[in-house]
């Protein structure tokens, strides 16, 4: 089992920054594919960012590509999405999601991921 905490969240100006933290415990390992998604009022949950663990390789939504970077402490075992220039359509629940060392497009759909968070409000006002 894999525990994920995300942290960060809150209310920001459009054009501000947030980071958020995502931290892993339990069985983790260097093998993981670690991603990010965001779910907002009455739409289906969507891909944000993902990285590989190991090689720290980077895949990005691209409506964040440019924006947002994600990154990883492999010695606090802590991924983190440092997201800039927010736009009021980034407004969403943020989720952690932990899966299989899988890559490409398979990163972007939930069902490949095996563990989530609990997610954290990210709100962007205008």
């Known amino acids: 089992q894999v525990q994920l905490v995300e942290s960060g969240g809150g209310l920001v100006q459009a054009g501000g920054s947030l980071r958020l933290s995502c931290a892993a415990s339990g069985r983790t390992s260097s093998g993981y594919l670690m991603g990010w998604f965001r779910q907002a009022p009455g739409k289906e949950r969507e891909f944000v960012a993902a990285?590989?663990?190991?090689?720290?390789?980077?895949l990005y939504a691209d409506s964040v590509k440019d924006r947002f970077t994600i990154s990883r402490d492999s010695a606090k075992t802590t991924v983190y999405l440092q997201m800039n220039s927010l736009k009021p359509e980034d407004t969403a629940v943020y989720y952690c999601?932990?899966?299989?060392?899988?890559?490409?497009?398979?990163?972007?759909?939930?069902?490949?991921?095996?563990?989530w968070g609990q997610g954290t409000q990210v709100t962007v006002s205008s």
């Open positions: 999601a932990a899966g299989p060392p899988i890559w490409g497009s398979r990163c972007s759909d939930a069902r490949k991921y095996d563990y």
């Open positions: 990285i590989r663990w190991s090689v720290s390789s980077t």
